[in-house]
């Protein structure tokens, strides 16, 4: 009977070391943010729309790799000596709502990784361009480049101008792209030499749902360079399909062991107009003595989605308070505005914004 159970406990322990449990994770993050603004619209001088705005709401949504509420399981299972399969699956949920975007796919995939080669997965991935951002301070209501705030087309006339329904709120962004999701995709990361990666993907003709601005086939290749024991990091991508392209460049420089200051360029052909451009500059500052590490944002966005003349800028200053290495606390406001002139339309939306909120990571 002793020699029955030895042998079933060691086959159970076979198990177990075979087929490794996932890691799971994730990241509740809750914010209250308060949001008071205006938005103009002029006909040859006469006002056409002068709607004042305010609202209180909780926020939990965020899309980039680094913001927002999500919980995942991920893993990987040795194959040979060099050679792993690694798997991840990733779902963004909404902490204050029980519908709508809970447990959307966020980066989902399987792959194969080689110490000596690289790794290669496959599934819905983030564009390769979101992992070129030294810049990005911002969370919740300024989560990557949201003005944080919306405007309710409350009549026909708005509805016309915003060219939306009536009765439709339309959230105001700047950058029209910034690292999207992509399904049907690969992506190839190498090894890193000295502190120097490359990564390329290839995302394969989508007539589903996607994050991707096209449906056509596209493909990026980029490289980023982090030195061990440097006070530098940089990188470049660029993404290609048939009727859209972006180009990113992005770096970060630490002037002292408190002192961060990180910079991004990113230009954007929608097949429009005129290109989409934009400039973030960021600084942040670990505080002496405390647990607060304070930051400033700035970014200017000039023909927005390609439009000429659409133009946008948002200042935010805030600060994080770690009370510990799960937990974080949040402060921030910003202050964003948009504006186009043409035909004799002129449109000036613009909104203050105040938020505070805790963030825990398992």
Known sequence: MKKLLLATAVAALSVSAAHAAPTVYGNVLLTTDYVDGNLTVKKDGNKLIDEDYSTTQLNSTGSSNLTGSRIGFKGAEALTANTDVVYQLEYGIDVDADQGRNFRSRDTYIGLSNKQYGTLVAGRLSAIDDNINYAGQT???YDTYSTGFSVEAADEETADILGVDEGETVKLGLAFWDGNRANNSLAYFSPSYN??????????????????????EAFGAGLKYEPTNQPFRAGATYIKSSDF??????????????TTLGALYQVTDLDEDKNENL?????SYAIPATKWKAYAQGDIVKNISGLDGLDGSRFVVGGKYGFNAATTGHLYTGY????????????????FGLGAGLEYKF
């Open 245 to 258: 392209s972006t180009a990113r460049v992005s770096g970060a420089f630490d002037v002292n062991a408190a």
């Open 279 to 283: 400039f973030t500059l960021s600084g």
């Open 139 to 141: 969370v919740s209501l």
């Open 195 to 216: 502190g120097l990666q490359f990564m390329g993907m290839y995302v394969m003709e989508e007539k589903n749902s996607t994050d991707l601005w096209t449906e056509s």
């Open 336 to 351: 964003s505005k948009i504006e186009a002139s043409e035909d004799g339309f002129d449109l000036d939306a613009s909104g």
